[in-house]
């Protein structure tokens, strides 16, 4: 929405008075801020967000603590200017704050919490020989991005700075332990650091102690657990904004100490709040630098599929996910190219050396782009598209290289190009999605969320395809995870009795009962099912693709990097 159209939104009292839930999620090239009504969290007061990109560095991707730092801050001022321009009213203080960041990689801090090596991403891939032996050791799926398979390689590499070691988090865990100075983290955080015992909604105890006798005397504590943060589960109370915490986030000094915290969560956790997933038989897919599916499970799954991770939703309810390094990444470099020829080509026309009009921003490149694709074949004309940057676990490749090939007869035609690169962002997630089916997991529904999925009806209209499965796509798809850890921030507020709104019972109920009744009772949603001919077509296509992995392979042996291997 607009700033004109949300500015009869009634949030000045609201703002004025604090009673408001703030969330603040870490993506993997935008920080977002998300501002919503404490008693009515499906009403967004306002927004804030600041631009940021990973950094390769020394054979890691990574972001400098720094640039967290002052990103937060520049996400943090935009959103009060914004409370301001639609308001009125500056915000000094919040009911509850909630922090999310992308999930897994490794943050080590010393005992004083000071990082003592390079924070490491969810991206990196170093990690094969630590995750192949832990999946060994607990007969469960490890995957490379965990935090604990980051730790065990460091210790099967003799890191230097293992001495030192005191604490390990995740990036949101870090943000939240700066602004509260506790060490905790929400159970669908953690659940991608260590594995988590669903009865028991914290980590694995049996499985810790199996770590423990494997790393004896290779740590500096008695136990991996001492390490770890704190488990907690949506609802419960995760610290107060303390005086340091307050001038973290805001510099200016107007922002007072004291307001609550929910679980800092990652963006998955996020991601199934903000799609009204977190039930049994309910999924979603969310759509940005990666690309993932959530599917909350009716029942355990039987035996260990590797192309499968076993996390929670924010409750602690176990969830089957797919995760693919690469999402939208390649798909966005390619709008920037077709953008690029716009402005070059309205430049020549203001020169008069050619035919021209106006320069297009980049919503209407997408929108130009998206809508072509729905012109395109089915299968997208024998063109494939691979759009991995950075190496990809479910199909085995260590390192990535962006493709676009095709054979002689294939038909190359914008729409048929297009559409190739929106299959491709689906293509892996569609051969994990493919163990899910095999093993009969049921879905009643499916969400789908990420700013892909702005153009109404494309994007959402593949995954159907991908996934042969109706997609939904509700009005907060653009907002995503900020807005998602706002609602659970408020849910905390309601559950902790900081807030006056008044459930039906005498409580919030549970994290569905409260996204139902709460929150989601008077949105719609977009459903999209698929259509016979996409979902033949995308057959086609990703057997085609699967097919052509050689190819990737192939292309990362004869094109090495000139740097170190990403």
Same mark, same amino acid.
């Given at each position: 929405?607009?700033?004109? @159209?949300?500015?009869?939104?009634?949030?000045?009292?609201?703002?004025?008075?604090?009673?408001?839930?703030?969330? =603040?999620?870490?993506?993997?090239?935008?920080?977002? $801020?998300?501002?919503?009504?404490?008693?009515?969290?499906?009403?967004?007061?306002?927004?804030?967000?600041?631009?940021?990109?990973?950094?390769?560095?020394?054979?890691?991707?990574?972001?400098?603590?720094?640039?967290? *730092?002052?990103?937060?801050?520049?996400?943090?001022?935009?959103?009060?200017?914004?409370?301001?321009?639609? +308001?009125?009213?500056?915000?000094?203080?919040?009911?509850?704050?909630?922090?999310?960041?992308?999930?897994? /990689?490794?943050?080590?801090?010393?005992?004083?919490?000071?990082?003592?090596?390079?924070?490491?991403?969810?991206?990196?891939?170093?990690?094969?020989?630590?995750?192949?032996?832990?999946?060994?050791?607990?007969?469960?799926?490890?995957?490379? *991005?965990?935090?604990? %398979?980051?730790?065990?390689?460091?210790?099967?590499?003799?890191?230097?700075?293992?001495?030192?070691?005191?604490?390990?988090?995740?990036?949101?865990?870090?943000? +939240? *332990?700066?602004?509260?100075?506790?060490?905790?983290?929400?159970? /669908?955080?953690?659940?991608?650091?260590?594995?988590?015992?669903?009865?028991?909604?914290?980590?694995?105890?049996?499985?810790?102690?199996?770590?423990?006798?494997?790393?004896?005397? *290779?740590?500096?504590?008695?136990?991996?657990?001492?390490?770890? !943060?704190?488990?907690?589960?949506?609802?419960?109370?995760?610290?107060?904004?303390?005086?340091?915490?307050?001038?973290?986030?805001? !510099?200016?000094?107007?922002?007072? !100490?004291?307001?609550?915290?929910?679980?800092?969560?990652?963006?998955?956790?996020?991601?199934?709040?903000?799609?009204?997933?977190?039930?049994?038989?309910?999924?979603?897919?969310?759509?940005?630098?990666? =690309?993932? %599916?959530?599917?909350?499970?009716?029942?355990?799954?039987?035996?260990? +599929?590797?192309?499968?991770?076993?996390?929670?939703?924010?409750?602690?309810?176990?969830?089957?996910?797919?995760?693919?390094?690469?999402?939208?990444?390649?798909?966005?470099?390619?709008?920037?190219?077709?953008?690029?020829?716009?402005?070059? %080509?309205?430049?020549?026309?203001?020169?008069?050396?050619?035919?021209?009009?106006?320069?297009?921003?980049?919503?209407?490149?997408?929108?130009?782009?998206?809508?072509?694709?729905?012109?395109?074949?089915?299968?997208? &004309?024998?063109?494939?598209?691979?759009?991995?940057?950075?190496?990809?676990?479910?199909?085995?490749?260590?390192?990535?290289?962006?493709?676009?090939?095709?054979?002689?007869?294939?038909?190359?035609?914008?729409?048929?190009?297009?559409?190739?690169?929106?299959?491709?962002?689906?293509?892996?997630?569609?051969?994990?999605?493919?163990?899910?089916?095999?093993?009969?997991?049921?879905?009643?529904?499916?969400?789908?969320?990420? #700013?892909?999925?702005?153009? @109404?009806?494309?994007?959402?209209?593949?995954?159907?395809?991908?996934?042969?499965?109706?997609?939904?796509?509700?009005?907060? $798809?653009?907002?995503? &995870?900020?807005?998602?850890? $706002?609602?659970?921030?408020?849910?905390?507020?309601?559950?902790?009795?900081?807030?006056?709104?008044?459930?039906?019972?005498?409580? !919030?109920?549970?994290?569905?009962?409260?996204?139902?009744?709460?929150?989601?009772?008077?949105?719609?949603?977009?459903?999209?099912?698929?259509?016979?001919?996409?979902?033949? #077509?995308?057959?086609?296509?990703?057997?085609?693709?699967?097919?052509?992995?050689? =190819?990737?392979?192939?292309?990362?042996?004869?094109?090495?990097?000139? #740097?170190?291997?990403?």
């Amino acid at each position: 929405m607009t700033d004109d @159209e949300t500015a009869a939104v009634p949030g000045d009292a609201a703002i004025a008075s604090g009673r408001t839930a703030l969330g =603040i999620e870490l993506g993997s090239t935008r920080i977002k $801020a998300c501002l919503v009504d404490a008693d009515d969290p499906s009403l967004v007061l306002a927004v804030g967000s600041h631009a940021w990109e990973n950094e390769f560095v020394d054979r890691t991707w990574t972001y400098s603590l720094d640039a967290v *730092r002052t990103g937060l801050q520049a996400a943090y001022a935009d959103l009060v200017s914004n409370a301001e321009r639609r +308001h009125g009213v500056r915000p000094t203080t919040y009911g509850t704050i909630g922090v999310s960041a992308m999930m897994h /990689g490794y943050l080590a801090l010393d005992a004083d919490g000071t990082a003592i090596a390079p924070f490491r991403t969810w991206r990196n891939t170093s990690t094969g020989r630590a995750a192949a032996e832990l999946t060994e050791l607990f007969g469960v799926n490890i995957p490379l *991005r965990w935090s604990i %398979a980051h730790l065990h390689q460091a210790v099967l590499d003799g890191e230097p700075h293992l001495p030192r070691l005191d604490a390990l988090t995740t990036l949101a865990g870090y943000v +939240h *332990r700066q602004l509260t100075g506790r060490h905790v983290l929400g159970v /669908g955080d953690a659940s991608g650091m260590f594995p988590i015992d669903p009865a028991t909604k914290t980590y694995d105890s049996d499985l810790v102690a199996r770590y423990d006798t494997e790393t004896a005397s *290779r740590l500096p504590v008695g136990s991996v657990a001492e390490l770890l !943060p704190e488990v907690l589960v949506a609802g419960e109370r995760a610290g107060e904004l303390t005086a340091e915490g307050a001038s973290f986030l805001d !510099p200016t000094g107007a922002l007072q !100490p004291g307001a609550v915290f929910a679980p800092p969560e990652g963006d998955a956790g996020t991601g199934m709040v903000a799609t009204d997933s977190v039930a049994p038989r309910t999924g979603n897919v969310s759509a940005g630098t990666s =690309i993932f %599916a959530m599917v909350v499970l009716e029942n355990p799954i039987a035996g260990l +599929h590797r192309e499968l991770d076993l996390v929670t939703t924010p409750a602690g309810d176990q969830v089957a996910m797919v995760h693919c390094n690469n999402g939208a990444s390649e798909l966005a470099a390619w709008a920037s190219l077709f953008a690029r020829f716009s402005a070059a %080509a309205a430049g020549a026309a203001a020169a008069g050396t050619a035919a021209g009009g106006t320069p297009l921003d980049a919503d209407a490149v997408y929108d130009i782009l998206f809508r072509e694709a729905l012109d395109g074949d089915s299968d997208a &004309g024998g063109v494939l598209a691979y759009n991995t940057l950075a190496g990809e676990p479910i199909p085995g490749l260590a390192e990535g290289r962006p493709l676009v090939v095709r054979t002689p007869d294939g038909r190359l035609t914008l729409g048929n190009f297009m559409r190739a690169q929106l299959y491709g962002v689906f293509g892996t997630l569609a051969l994990g999605m493919r163990v899910l089916a095999e093993e009969g997991v049921a879905l009643d529904r499916m969400f789908a969320h990420g #700013g892909m999925f702005r153009t @109404e009806g494309v994007a959402q209209r593949f995954l159907a395809a991908a996934l042969d499965t109706p997609v939904s796509v509700s009005e907060t $798809a653009s907002e995503g &995870g900020a807005w998602g850890i $706002a609602v659970l921030a408020a849910y905390t507020g309601a559950a902790a009795g900081t807030t006056d709104a008044e459930p039906t019972a005498s409580s !919030p109920g549970d994290l569905d009962t409260y996204l139902r009744t709460r929150v989601f009772r008077t949105f719609t949603f977009d459903t999209v099912r698929p259509h016979p001919d996409d979902v033949a #077509g995308f057959a086609a296509y990703l057997d085609r693709f699967h097919a052509g992995l050689a =190819i990737e392979r192939a292309a990362v042996d004869a094109l090495p990097l000139e #740097g170190p291997a990403a």
